[in-house]
């Protein structure tokens, strides 16, 4: 049976957060699709009435609905809007949505993220061009510029990364990366974004790893370039817990 009403718990606009309002309305309707509350064959809401509950702009809905389309979850049929779709399994690799107080799972998919991370500045390193680098070094160095002027630099730090896994030249790491920063990146930098204990000094660290990365990629070299992103890795886990603590 067709529902056309929102799911009974609504979402609070003021929770959501202004630089990731795409992100968050499309973990909203991903969570609410996975807990049952709209199944398969099911039309969501409209664009109108998202932009209504959520307070956002058509553009904002649009992006986040892009979102649930690239994963396989929902379609769009013309004329009548926009549907859960019947799940491919076969095709489709999806990690499960992890919040922030999911500890075990949230330690899992860091895991998973290192693991990526280490292979992924390895092959950069071996495979980077004049390019490559050059488009590294512009993260790293908007990065230093957001730091500098007491920002985050949350868009430079994803540039950085992906600049990094484009470097592969691997189609399949690029693809993957993108989807681990929806599920993974994502939360470690919002926990980061949502404390201002100690922040001056752990950003700092943040970007002297960053610093390490680039410089063994930089210099070819495969190993210290993996060693190099392990360690970001892992005191980024480290990181994480003070953030959650504060």
Do not use: W
């Amino acid at each position: 049976m067709e529902r056309t009403t929102a799911p009974e718990a609504a979402a609070d606009p003021a929770v959501l957060a202004a630089t990731n309002l795409p992100d968050e309305i499309a973990d909203y309707l991903i969570t609410a699709i996975r807990e049952g509350r709209y199944t398969v064959g099911d039309r969501i809401p409209t664009e109108r009435e998202l932009c209504q509950q959520f307070s956002v702009s058509r553009a904002v809905v649009r992006e986040a609905l892009s979102q649930l389309k690239s994963e396989g979850l929902v379609v769009s049929r013309a004329g009548s809007g926009v549907f859960v779709s019947e799940p491919n399994y076969q095709d489709a690799f999806r990690l499960q949505l992890v919040a922030l107080d999911e500890k075990e799972s949230l330690a899992m998919v860091i895991e998973l993220l290192a693991a990526f991370e280490t292979a992924a500045a390895r092959l950069a390193a071996q495979r980077r061009t004049e390019a490559d680098l050059k488009n590294i070094r512009r993260a790293l160095v908007g990065m230093e510029y957001e730091i500098a002027h007491d920002r985050l630099g949350d868009e430079q730090d994803f540039a950085f990364h992906q600049a990094i896994v484009n470097a592969t030249h691997n189609p399949h790491y690029q693809a993957l990366s993108k989807h681990l920063e929806h599920n993974v990146r994502r939360l470690i930098r919002r926990a980061r974004s949502n404390t201002r204990a100690n922040l001056i000094a752990l950003v700092e660290d943040v970007q002297e790893e960053h610093r390490a990365i680039y410089a063994a990629i930089k210099a070819g070299d495969p190993r210290a370039a993996s060693q190099a992103a392990g360690r970001h890795l892992s005191n980024a886990a480290k990181r994480l817990q003070i953030y959650l603590q504060d």
